[in-house]
């Protein structure tokens, strides 16, 4: 059963602030709560490109793998397939909206989708209650990065 996650927020950073953070994948450690290990090709964001990265304590090294999928700069918005541990995968879908010039709105949407079988069942058991909470700290981690960025 899959599951949707959609945090909003109104960053005080212009959007183009927010986009140059998301287009920059080896800086991704910077903002997000993750250690970048691999971008390829390397460079600024592009369709296909995979980000491999791994978060959680160091001695866990929790994989992520990002394939960007649809890139529209003209309109802020960023579409990924991400492959977290356990077989859960998520179709991540960033849309950052200009609200005037120093400001802007950031709609993250996140949908889940589990494995099939019993590790899928007892993997959505037991993540239910932390399924927002993941989205909602990396979309706080984009905005303060964003605002910190304008600020200095």
């Known amino acids: ?12 950073a212009p959007v183009d ?5 998301l287009m920059e994948p080896a800086g991704w450690g910077e903002v997000f709560d993750m250690r970048v290990l691999d971008v390829d090709p390397p460079g ?11 978060t959680g304590l160091k001695i866990l090294h929790l994989k992520l793998m990002f394939r ?16 977290l541990p356990f077989g859960l995968n998520v179709r991540e879908d960033l849309r950052c909206t ?15 989708e589990f494995a099939r079988g019993w590790r899928g069942t007892l993997l959505r058991v037991l993540t239910n209650r932390n399924l927002d909470s993941g989205p ?10 964003a605002e910190r960025g304008c600020a200095g």
């Open 17 to 21: 602030a927010v986009w140059a953070l």
């Open 68 to 83: 960007m999928l649809e890139i529209d700069s003209a309109h802020h918005r960023l579409r990924m397939d991400v492959n």
């Open 98 to 112: 200009p609200l005037d010039a120093s400001h802007c709105r950031v709609d993250y949407r996140c949908d889940f």
């Open 136 to 145: 909602a700290d990396s979309l706080s981690r984009l905005k303060r990065a």
């Open 1 to 12: 059963m899959p599951y949707a996650s959609c945090p909003t927020a109104v960053v005080n």
């Open 44 to 54: 600024p964001t592009r369709i296909g490109q995979h980000v491999r990265g791994e």
